[in-house]
């Protein structure tokens, strides 16, 4: 019965000071290697407008990832996203549009998603080119370095 006890007092006592350890750090994994992340959001709402718009993205040196996701919702008209690099680089586009007309109600919706691993540093752009649209834009950014 005393093996038994031992065993079990040791056991809890090793789990006790796993535990602690741990808890000294809340668990979070401390590196030596210093990160830095970008966690943009933007919204924008359109209503029967047809005026381009340019959203910018400075994107710094030693960045090691960039994700980009633009999610569109689109009532009326047609609205066009193209997204381009600091050296003035298509990386793509998409186009949204409604087709049927103000009888019928409709919801069109897209979403380009785009990451990079070490992109260029320098001014990243999005052009929104709409064409009488009525809807919502969501851009979401994020780096790390």
Not at 64 to 73: E, G, K, N, V
Not at 96 to 123: D, Y
Request: proline share 2%; hydrophobic share 35%.
């Amino acid at each position: 019965m005393k093996n038994h006890s031992l065993v079990l007092f040791t056991f809890l006592l090793m789990c006790l000071i796993t535990f602690y350890g741990q808890s000294q750090n809340n668990g979070v994994s401390i590196s030596n290697k210093s990160q830095t992340s970008l966690d943009l959001q933007r919204s924008i709402i359109l209503e029967n407008d047809s005026e381009s718009k340019e959203i910018i993205i400075n994107i710094s040196e030693n960045t090691i990832r960039f994700d980009l996701i633009i999610s569109t919702s689109v009532s009326g008209g047609q609205l066009l996203i193209e997204f381009y690099s600091p050296d003035n680089k298509k990386q793509g586009n998409f186009t949204v549009g409604t087709q049927l007309n103000s009888i019928k109600r409709e919801m069109a919706k897209g979403t380009i998603r785009k990451s990079l691993n070490e992109p260029q540093a320098g001014q990243w752009k999005i052009q929104i080119i709409p064409t009488e649209a009525s809807g919502e834009i969501e851009i979401q950014a994020r780096t790390e370095n």
